[in-house]
């Protein structure tokens, strides 16, 4: 089988998304390292590789081992990074309310800490999306005979959102979120179809799982995830990678649920453009179906009485 293309790290991408991104993947000492970076990116911008080496507790030959998993040639190269990051964060300092939610927080603070981090995981990820590689993927699923998509827990609704959007248009789509339905369905898959396996943390063993038997089957495989190299990506042809950061409540899945959406929607948008004039067609079709399951409402707000069972 072909190597798995992984998003392409853009010199743009701000490091600090990578690192997250990448931080499961790392030895224990770079993890070390990286968290020192990501808890005062601006302070380590300003020091020496000894100093960072020191407060990580590790070497210096550590600290530059860890540069170059995240894909920055060297310690200068990653102060350089941190800085141009840092300024072009400077902006939204203001707005920058911490991320975490404390137990006191007035729900006026909770309301602003919930959009400023899902608005963020929306800009970051478009800021870090490979366009090439979501290319190849409308590409696959805009020709593939059958899709099916894998999704547990909160994924499962991004994978249902999915399969609603591609089934408006009139592709052939289903949405599993039952192991033993997601394995028997990866079994029929064949060259031509596509399946695509949803997980934030990339290590879901029934999506992984799922995806690994549709990819020996022939189908062409896409993976959604926030960690470009987790379990997942080994049993996908393409990956797309999202960009979100949780707050205190990550079990929710709140902004990463936000970030795959953003993901599902371009993809969707791809599609259609690629079948436009039938795309546009079963639109219509579908919201003249749905249109009398709707109530009517008169300026005023009242409601309008439907005349001839329309």
Known sequence: MSTPEIVAEHAETSPLVRIRSLLPGLARAEQRVAKVVLENPSTVARRSITEVAEAAGTSETTVTRFCKAIGVGGYPELRIALAADTARSSVRAERDLGGEI???????????????????????????????????????????????????GASAFVAADLQQKLHRIGRVCFAWNDTHIMLTSAAVLGKGDVAVGISHTGAT????????????????????????????SEVADHVITTAARETTFRSGAMASRIAQLTVIDCLFIGVAQRHLDSSMTALESTRDAVGT??????????????????
């Not at 959009?115 to 020709?143: G, I, K």
């Not at 495989?221 to 987790?230: D, E, H, I, K």
Request: without cysteine; proline residues 4%.
């Open 205 to 232: 063993t029934d999506t992984v799982e799922a995806l690994r038997v549709a990819r020996r089957h022939g189908a062409t495989t896409v993976a959604l995830t926030n960690f470009p190299r987790s379990p997942i």
């Open 293 to 310: 399951h709707r109530l009517e409402t008169r300026p005023d707000g009242r409601r309008r009485i439907r005349e001839n069972g329309k």
């Open 102 to 152: 404390g137990p006191d927080d007035e729900l006026h603070t909770v309301v602003s800490k919930v959009t400023f981090a899902d608005a963020r995981a929306v800009e970051e990820t478009a800021e870090q999306l490979d366009t090439e590689v979501l290319q190849r993927v409308v590409e696959a699923v805009a020709l593939a005979g059958r899709v099916d998509v894998y999704g547990v």
